[in-house]
């Protein structure tokens, strides 16, 4: 089954560098677990985290996230029961 993660920045604001930070971290967490993740490109203050198409975060009703936060939504989607380590506390 295909497990992808989708972060879409903005650009206008400078958000690469975090969303890359974000990325790599995921990517690290979930290494045998997901099959894709992408950076999408976007304008107006976006910072959307999504699962399958599914939004689990977006900045603005969340505000940013921390790795922590975002990684027990993806866990939850893509590994559930999947230990986080010292995340899960």
Excluded at 58 to 85: C, H, I, M, N, Y
């Amino acid at each position: 089954m295909t497990q992808r993660v989708e972060i879409e920045y903005c650009t206008q604001c400078r958000w690469l560098p975090r969303a890359a930070w974000l990325a790599q971290e995921l990517l690290t967490t979930f290494e045998t677990e997901l099959t894709e993740l992408s950076l999408k490109p976007g304008t107006g203050g976006v910072f959307v985290v999504r699962v399958n198409d599914e939004v689990v975060w977006d900045r603005r009703e969340q505000g940013f996230p921390e790795p922590t936060a975002v990684k027990k939504l993806v866990r939850d989607r893509v590994a559930p029961g999947k230990s986080l380590g010292h995340s899960d506390k």
